[in-house]
């Protein structure tokens, strides 16, 4: 084996490589949580409820000499309100711009419902395509096999994969492979970047799955965050602001719990997550907005980084 360290003679390095991946896949199929373990940091939110990524968070890895910069789009469903339909351009748009598509599949649930319509779309996005098969901890591997063949037969893929975005099992590989397959070029941000999702967003996003972990029965989808304020003290410590904002009265109430006891808990639970992150201490404050049909205001979109779908 050569031990010689890479750098030793001018112009013998191998050049850098960097692009963008795509994640496609149904809601709920893993995405989020791939991504994190990629990544190694919890860069995009992930919860049992569906639906709740929102924007095209990205996760970077740098791994030997080439930038992966990952997309987490919004799970691709049918849509039936504007702001879904908004979501699903924006995944759709994702991998549009993106080197690799990587289409994620619940193993459990198989080849059927929005991951079948994705699959039949699929066959007309023009970047070459890898299949992952997640999910394998709760699969049987004859139903992995017949899986990987039946969606092979509909689309080419350049590989597949079966791997355990839980477990990590299999996500090695996954990298390994995109480090070979993106193309040269430079790096796209510092090595030691791994999100551009910019803090008071991600901040925002927090708050967000910590309502959703709470309150999803009642409030499906209807809540959106805003951090309005971040004043870094001379302590060392930070002051957040955020605003819920719900589309009504009633959503208000439960959003603030008996005596205050539902957002006085969001708020505990969001804060303690913040601090890990930011490694600081953090004073956050919560307020409750009520704004009717904020999902149809072409500003909320604009924040979330969407379309506005007109
Ligand atoms: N058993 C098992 N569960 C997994 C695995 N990967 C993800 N999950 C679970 O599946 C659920 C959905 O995962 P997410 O990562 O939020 O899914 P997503 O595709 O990002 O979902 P959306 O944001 O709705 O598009 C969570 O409860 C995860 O813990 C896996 O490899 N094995």
């Not at 409820?49 to 030997?64: A, D, F, N, P």
């Not at 702001?83 to 995944?91: H, I």
């Not at 009642?218 to 589309?247: C, F, M, N």
Request: hydrophobic residues 40%; contains cysteine; charged residues 30%.
């Amino acid at each position: 084996m050569n031990n010689e360290p890479e750098n030793t003679a001018e112009g013998t390095e191998a050049p850098t490589r960097s692009g963008f991946v795509a994640l496609i896949g149904a809601p709920n199929a893993g995405k989020s949580t791939l991504l994190n373990q990629l990544v190694g940091a919890k860069v995009s939110i992930v919860t049992h409820k569906v639906q709740t990524t929102r924007t095209l968070v990205r996760g970077i890895v740098t791994e030997g000499r080439t930038q992966i910069v990952f997309v987490d789009t919004p799970g691709i469903f049918r849509p039936r309100r504007r702001l879904d339909k908004a979501m699903v351009s924006t995944a759709w748009g994702g991998a549009g711009d993106a080197d690799i598509v990587a289409f994620l599949i619940d193993a459990e649930r198989g080849i059927k419902g929005d991951a079948e319509t994705i699959l039949d779309n699929l066959s007309k996005v023009r970047q070459p395509k890898v299949l992952i098969l997640n999910k394998i901890d709760r699969v049987k591997p004859e139903t992995l096999l017949e899986l990987a063949a039946e969606a092979n037969r509909r689309v080419p893929f350049e590989r597949t994969f079966m791997i355990s975005a839980l477990k990590g099992s299999g996500c090695q590989d996954v990298l390994n492979y995109f480090a070979e397959a993106l193309p040269e070029g430079p790096w796209y941000y510092p090595e030691d970047q791994i999100s551009d999702l910019p803090m008071r967003m991600l901040a925002a996003e927090i708050t967000r799955e910590k309502i959703y972990l709470r309150l999803h029965q009642e409030l499906p989808y209807s809540a959106h965050v805003t951090t309005e304020k971040w004043e870094e003290r001379k302590d060392g410590s930070v002051r957040i602001e955020q605003v819920i904002y719900v589309e009504r009265e009633g959503q208000k109430k439960l959003v603030l719990g008996h005596k205050g006891a539902t957002i006085r808990a969001i708020g505990q639970a969001a804060r303690q997550e913040l601090s890990e992150i930011l490694e600081q201490p953090v004073h956050l404050f919560l307020f409750v907005k009520v704004r009717e049909n904020w999902g149809d205001d072409p500003e909320r979109y604009r924040e979330m980084g969407l379309e506005f779908p007109g």
